[in-house]
Structures are given as structure tokens and as C-alpha cells.
């Protein structure tokens, strides 16, 4: 795994070579508020370049889930036992609510009663829903990281390669191979060997990511100091030449400071990164606030840019949220700094590290957003550790503005524009007791959840009151009895009788303007008093008199 190469610096590298920029003819705006010249220069828009990737490992998997691997993959330390307190992989615990198969694991009840299920990797609609939520952000395309595929995981990791090119072509996103090499032997012969017999087939599929009218193809680990990336500057250089002879745009996921061929870079290596067509270089552990993003941003983004600009070589530096366990995130204010610095730095493209990694906790897919949403007794941090509430969804919307703010759809600003917390749920009394009164004057019962709901009663006692409860994602749920309210899906009348919240017990809570509140289900109908005149339905397309209720009153 990559965090194995997660060092911390002491010290940061001198300031820049002596490479200048060229001029531009639109200037950007700088941290003082000056203009500056400083602009991207280098091949067209394409699949990679004036766009937003992030990475995708798609490597989790549980028992049960009929995949060849048949283990809680990338979930535990031990792969063939259930995930717990005691058996745990990961930093992070994932959001499930919009997985329609999730697995049971070992770990207690989330702390909002429901159980501590996790997805796997391997089922279609898990990577159907990655692939959703990039379009719904627009996050342009996903490079999916491939290890070493010759061993036990092979199976595992050639079936998810084909569900992503479904899942990209579904929903019109672009996707390319990421060889991760680390550790990989064989490498020199083997990967141009899985290229050939495997993986250069998807590049017929119109999701396949091109630039400059070639098929992409990433290498991420070579020139790394360290024990698990020994090859040779020349071993290195002939992979590179090698792909580039199939047609190939390589891109090169190399090390932090590969322009000076220090710290986390061997010596010598610097005409082997020079042949690619593209440098990511990584960041992960290099950067923890915003203070260290303004001088990397000084001192090796800046360089490394008009390098590459000097070198024909698009650039495309790593973005991240931060580590989650750690507290780096600061509600979002660390991964705007560097969206911000590497747009003004004139970066060709952006690479987001990573969508889904609940290990290393530096992930932007769904998270659990506070402390209702984590196993009961587990230390996982949630996204409000801050004390800013942040709806599950936020760092795939700060994803998608930064993604537009690179592509110009946005000025450029030092100041993020993406709220923490949208939708329906802003207003609503979260933790609140409140009774609902419909338009008869009548108040919603929960019936004790003996039977459908109704709205016709002329007092309030135990069955009339509820808990509003933070459902995530700006959404809100209503308890009673310690049961939710569920909308049903609008397939027939509201109850309150489940133990959890799913989608189905999930309301937008809706101000009115006229001292009444609406409550919308999932299914984008609204919850309806029927006046009393028969059990509380989920079905109206409008709220009209009987889907309003006025609140403690």
C-alpha cells in the first residue's frame, strides 16, 4: 500500500530552480491579490488534461459477496475473519446508506442503532453508486489502481477492471489503468505483459480515458527511495518507452520531490521522469494544514511546474482532503488551499488521492459524518470532529468546485465556496422533542408502531411526540417510541416501526415561510396528513394544506 511510503519531512526543499514561467495571456490571482503571469501551459483539454481524476482502488470485498477472493479484503488485518474492534483495516468508516448490499461484520450497532454493515467492491451496485456520485459532482474520471496482478488477488481485481468500464461507460465517466508497481518483482516483464493480454483491451471502450488521441495509462511508484521500488533509472525508462511504443500517454505517479531527486526520490532519475508525458507527483504524508500546502506550493509546486512547462511535460499534482483520523481536514479549508494553489500554479490536470480509501483515512467517497454513524464504542473520527457538522457527501462536493474552478466555470478564489452542509434538513431542530399538527387542527401519531401513522388526535401524550434526528447528507429522521417514522417508499401508509434508518425513514425538512414545515421522502413525494381521513400517506407530488404541519403548537 502506499501509506508504507507516507513519510513525514523535517524540512521542506530550497527554494525553486531557476526555470521561469512563460507568459499567459489571462493572468491569475495570487495570495496577496496581485496578477501574476503564471498559466497551464501544455497539450489540449483532453481525458486527463483541464480535468479532475481521482484515484480508485476498488479493492474491498467481504465474505459472501461471490467474489473469487471470498474475504473481508482491505477491511481487516485479517482477511478471514469478520471486521471488529479487534480484527479492523481501516480509518475511516464508510457511510452505507445508499448501498443496497452491504455485509454484516462483528463490529456493535452504530451508535444510531443500526447494524455495522460494510459494501464490497465486487458488487455491481457498489461501483454503479462510485460512478454516480462522480457524475453527480463532476469528477471527470477515475484511474483504477492495478497491483501486482499475478497472485491470489488477480481473479479478484480482473473482475472489478470490468465493472468499472461498465460502470464509467453507465455513467459517462472516463477511466484508465494505474499500475501501482510497488513490490512487484517482476515488474519490467510482467506488466507489459498484463497490458498486452489484458488490460490494452479497454481501450476500445468509449470510456476509456485518451489524450492527445492515446490511450492513458498511469505508472505510479517508480524512482521511490525506499525498499519496495528497487529498479534501476534504466529499468524504469525502457517500462516507460515501452508503453509509449504501444501508443500510449503515460503518466508517472513518482516521487514528491523527483525535480531534485532528494529525500523520497533516488538519485539519477531525473531523464527517466522527463520522458513521461505526465507527472503526478504524490503527497500523501508530505502535507498535514494549510501552512504546508503555501510552501509546497512555494517551493516545489511552482518549480515543478515551470519544469514541466520548460520540458513539454503536462503536470498534474495530487490533491487531498487529509487524513480524517488525524484532524488535518479542518472542514474542508485544507483541501480548498490546495485546490486554489495548484489552479494559480497553471496545473494541467488535478489528481484527487484517493476516492476511496477508508484506510489510509484520505478518502472523499461517503463518511460518516458524525458519531452516530460509527460502530458504538469505536474511536473512528467523523466528519464534525471539528465541531462543523459536514454532511457525508461533502468532500465529493468540494471535489466537484474545485473540478470547476480548474476548468474556469468558477473564479478563482482563496475562499471555498462549498457549504459543509446543504439541503432540506438546514433549520430543522435537530435533537429537538416536537409534535406536528396538521391542517385539522389534529396532531400525527405514531400509532406506537401497532399500525400505519394518522393525524387525528386532539391531545398530545407519548405517541404524539418526536425525536428530529440528523439523518446525514441535510436529510433528518423522526423517532418515537425509539422507532423511525418510515415514508414506505410511498408503496403504501407511513409507520413508525423501524429500528434503524435506511433511505425509507430519510425526510427533507422543508420551511415553508408561512410558520409551517413539509417533510419530503426519498421517493421526491411529500408526507400527507389525508386531513385525518384515513392513515398518512408518502404519495403527493405537491404540498398542498394536508402535507403542511405546524410545529409545537
Same mark, same amino acid.
Given at each position: 500500500?502506499?501509506?508504507?511510503?507516507?513519510?513525514?519531512f523535517?524540512t521542506?526543499v %530550497?527554494?525553486?530552480v531557476?526555470?521561469?514561467?512563460k507568459?499567459?495571456?489571462?493572468?491569475l490571482?495570487?495570495l496577496?491579490?496581485?496578477?501574476?503571469s503564471i498559466?497551464a501551459?501544455?497539450?489540449p483539454v483532453?481525458?486527463?488534461?483541464?480535468?479532475?481524476t481521482?484515484?480508485?482502488?476498488g479493492?474491498?470485498a %467481504?465474505n459472501?459477496d461471490?467474489?473469487?477472493?471470498?474475504a473481508?479484503?482491505h477491511w481487516?488485518?485479517n482477511w478471514?475473519a469478520?471486521p471488529?474492534?479487534?480484527?479492523n483495516?481501516i480509518?475511516s468508516?464508510p457511510?452505507v446508506?445508499?448501498?443496497?448490499?452491504?455485509?454484516q461484520?462483528?463490529?456493535?450497532?452504530?451508535?444510531?442503532g443500526?447494524p455495522a454493515?460494510l459494501?464490497?467492491s465486487f458488487?455491481?451496485?457498489?461501483v454503479?453508486t !462510485?460512478f454516480?456520485w462522480?457524475?453527480q459532482n463532476?469528477?471527470?474520471?477515475?484511474a483504477?489502481?492495478?497491483?501486482?496482478p499475478n497472485?491470489?488477488?488477480?481473479?479478484?481485481?480482473?473482475?472489478?477492471?470490468?465493472k468499472?468500464k461498465?460502470?464509467?461507460?453507465t455513467? /459517462?465517466?472516463k477511466?484508465?489503468i494505474?499500475?501501482?508497481?510497488?513490490?512487484w518483482?517482476?515488474?519490467?516483464?510482467e506488466?507489459?505483459s498484463d497490458?498486452t493480454n489484458k488490460?490494452?483491451?479497454?481501450?476500445s471502450s468509449?470510456a476509456?480515458?485518451?489524450?492527445?488521441?492515446?490511450?492513458v495509462?498511469?505508472?505510479?511508484g517508480?524512482g521511490?527511495?525506499?525498499?519496495n !521500488?528497487?529498479?534501476?533509472?534504466?529499468?524504469?525508462?525502457?517500462?516507460i518507452?515501452w508503453f509509449?511504443?504501444?501508443g500510449?500517454?503515460?503518466?508517472?505517479?513518482v516521487?514528491?520531490?523527483?525535480?531534485?531527486?532528494?529525500?523520497?526520490?533516488?538519485?539519477?532519475f531525473?531523464?527517466?521522469?522527463?520522458a513521461?508525458?505526465?507527472?503526478s507527483p504524490?503527497?500523501?504524508g508530505r502535507i498535514?494544514?494549510?501552512?504546508d500546502?503555501d510552501?509546497f506550493y512555494t517551493?516545489?509546486n511552482t518549480p515543478?511546474e515551470a519544469y514541466c512547462?520548460?520540458h513539454?511535460?503536462?503536470y498534474?499534482?495530487?490533491?487531498l482532503? /487529509?487524513?480524517l483520523?488525524?484532524?488535518?481536514r479542518?472542514?474542508?479549508?485544507f483541501?480548498w488551499?490546495?485546490f486554489?494553489?495548484m489552479v494559480?500554479?497553471g496545473a494541467q490536470?488535478i489528481?484527487?488521492?484517493?476516492f476511496?480509501e477508508?484506510?489510509? /483515512?484520505?478518502q472523499?467517497?461517503?463518511?460518516?459524518?458524525?458519531?452516530g454513524f460509527?460502530?458504538a464504542g469505536?474511536n473512528?473520527?467523523?466528519l464534525d470532529?471539528? /465541531?462543523v457538522a459536514c454532511s457525508?457527501d461533502?468532500y465529493?462536493r468540494?471535489?466537484?468546485?474545485?473540478g470547476?474552478?480548474?476548468?474556469?466555470?468558477?473564479?478563482l478564489?482563496?475562499?471555498?465556496?462549498t457549504?459543509p452542509?446543504?439541503?432540506g434538513g438546514?433549520g430543522a431542530p435537530?435533537?429537538?422533542t416536537i409534535?406536528?399538527?396538521s391542517?385539522?387542527?389534529?396532531?400525527?401519531?405514531?400509532e406506537?408502531?401497532?399500525q400505519?401513522?394518522n393525524?387525528?388526535?386532539t391531545a398530545v401524550g407519548?405517541?404524539e411526540?418526536?425525536v428530529?434526528v440528523?439523518?446525514g447528507?441535510?436529510?433528518? %429522521?423522526?423517532?418515537n417510541?425509539?422507532?423511525?417514522v418510515?415514508?414506505?417508499?410511498?408503496?403504501?401508509?407511513?409507520?413508525c416501526?423501524?429500528?434503524?434508518?435506511?433511505?425509507?425513514?430519510?425526510?427533507?425538512?422543508?420551511?415553508?415561510?408561512?410558520?409551517?414545515i413539509s417533510?419530503?421522502?426519498n421517493?421526491?413525494?411529500?408526507?400527507?396528513?389525508?386531513?385525518?381521513t384515513?392513515?398518512?400517506t408518502?404519495?403527493?407530488?405537491?404540498?398542498g394544506?394536508?402535507?403542511?404541519?405546524r410545529v409545537?403548537?
Amino acid at each position: 500500500m502506499k501509506n508504507k511510503l507516507h513519510l513525514l519531512f523535517a524540512t521542506l526543499v %530550497a527554494l525553486s530552480v531557476g526555470c521561469s514561467k512563460k507568459e499567459a495571456g489571462t493572468p491569475l490571482q495570487s495570495l496577496d491579490g496581485k496578477k501574476t503571469s503564471i498559466s497551464a501551459l501544455g497539450s489540449p483539454v483532453g481525458d486527463v488534461v483541464g480535468k479532475v481524476t481521482v484515484g480508485y482502488q476498488g479493492w474491498f470485498a %467481504a465474505n459472501g459477496d461471490g467474489s473469487p477472493i471470498n474475504a473481508w479484503w482491505h477491511w481487516t488485518q485479517n482477511w478471514g475473519a469478520s471486521p471488529s474492534s479487534t480484527n479492523n483495516g481501516i480509518k475511516s468508516w464508510p457511510d452505507v446508506r445508499d448501498y443496497s448490499s452491504t455485509y454484516q461484520t462483528a463490529w456493535a450497532n452504530l451508535n444510531n442503532g443500526s447494524p455495522a454493515k460494510l459494501f464490497s467492491s465486487f458488487t455491481d451496485q457498489t461501483v454503479n453508486t !462510485h460512478f454516480l456520485w462522480m457524475q453527480q459532482n463532476g469528477i471527470d474520471a477515475a484511474a483504477l489502481q492495478r497491483f501486482n496482478p499475478n497472485g491470489t488477488e488477480g481473479p479478484v481485481r480482473d473482475a472489478i477492471t470490468a465493472k468499472v468500464k461498465t460502470a464509467a461507460e453507465t455513467y /459517462g465517466r472516463k477511466f484508465y489503468i494505474m499500475y501501482d508497481v510497488s513490490g512487484w518483482t517482476n515488474m519490467q516483464s510482467e506488466v507489459k505483459s498484463d497490458w498486452t493480454n489484458k488490460m490494452s483491451a479497454y481501450t476500445s471502450s468509449s470510456a476509456y480515458a485518451r489524450q492527445n488521441g492515446k490511450p492513458v495509462v498511469c505508472i505510479w511508484g517508480f524512482g521511490f527511495n525506499d525498499n519496495n !521500488h528497487t529498479w534501476s533509472a534504466a529499468v524504469c525508462l525502457d517500462v516507460i518507452n515501452w508503453f509509449k511504443n504501444q501508443g500510449c500517454y503515460v503518466i508517472g505517479g513518482v516521487p514528491t520531490h523527483w525535480r531534485t531527486e532528494s529525500d523520497d526520490s533516488r538519485p539519477g532519475f531525473l531523464a527517466t521522469y522527463s520522458a513521461l508525458n505526465m507527472i503526478s507527483p504524490w503527497m500523501v504524508g508530505r502535507i498535514g494544514n494549510v501552512n504546508d500546502v503555501d510552501n509546497f506550493y512555494t517551493n516545489v509546486n511552482t518549480p515543478d511546474e515551470a519544469y514541466c512547462n520548460n520540458h513539454g511535460i503536462d503536470y498534474q499534482p495530487c490533491v487531498l482532503p /487529509g487524513d480524517l483520523q488525524e484532524h488535518q481536514r479542518a472542514h474542508g479549508d485544507f483541501m480548498w488551499r490546495q485546490f486554489y494553489n495548484m489552479v494559480r500554479v497553471g496545473a494541467q490536470g488535478i489528481y484527487i488521492s484517493m476516492f476511496d480509501e477508508y484506510n489510509e /483515512g484520505n478518502q472523499i467517497a461517503k463518511t460518516a459524518e458524525s458519531s452516530g454513524f460509527i460502530p458504538a464504542g469505536s474511536n473512528f473520527v467523523t466528519l464534525d470532529e471539528d /465541531g462543523v457538522a459536514c454532511s457525508a457527501d461533502y468532500y465529493l462536493r468540494l471535489t466537484g468546485d474545485g473540478g470547476k474552478m480548474l476548468k474556469g466555470q468558477i473564479g478563482l478564489t482563496a475562499t471555498r465556496p462549498t457549504q459543509p452542509i446543504v439541503g432540506g434538513g438546514t433549520g430543522a431542530p435537530i435533537g429537538q422533542t416536537i409534535t406536528l399538527k396538521s391542517s385539522n387542527n389534529l396532531y400525527v401519531c405514531s400509532e406506537n408502531a401497532t399500525q400505519a401513522m394518522n393525524a387525528n388526535r386532539t391531545a398530545v401524550g407519548p405517541w404524539e411526540q418526536f425525536v428530529v434526528v440528523n439523518a446525514g447528507n441535510g436529510k433528518i %429522521a423522526l423517532q418515537n417510541g425509539g422507532k423511525y417514522v418510515s415514508s414506505e417508499n410511498g408503496t403504501q401508509a407511513i409507520t413508525c416501526n423501524r429500528a434503524a434508518i435506511g433511505g425509507w425513514e430519510q425526510f427533507d425538512w422543508i420551511n415553508n415561510g408561512d410558520g409551517t414545515i413539509s417533510l419530503k421522502g426519498n421517493n421526491g413525494k411529500f408526507v400527507s396528513s389525508e386531513s385525518g381521513t384515513q392513515s398518512m400517506t408518502c404519495t403527493h407530488t405537491t404540498a398542498g394544506a394536508t402535507e403542511k404541519f405546524r410545529v409545537n403548537q
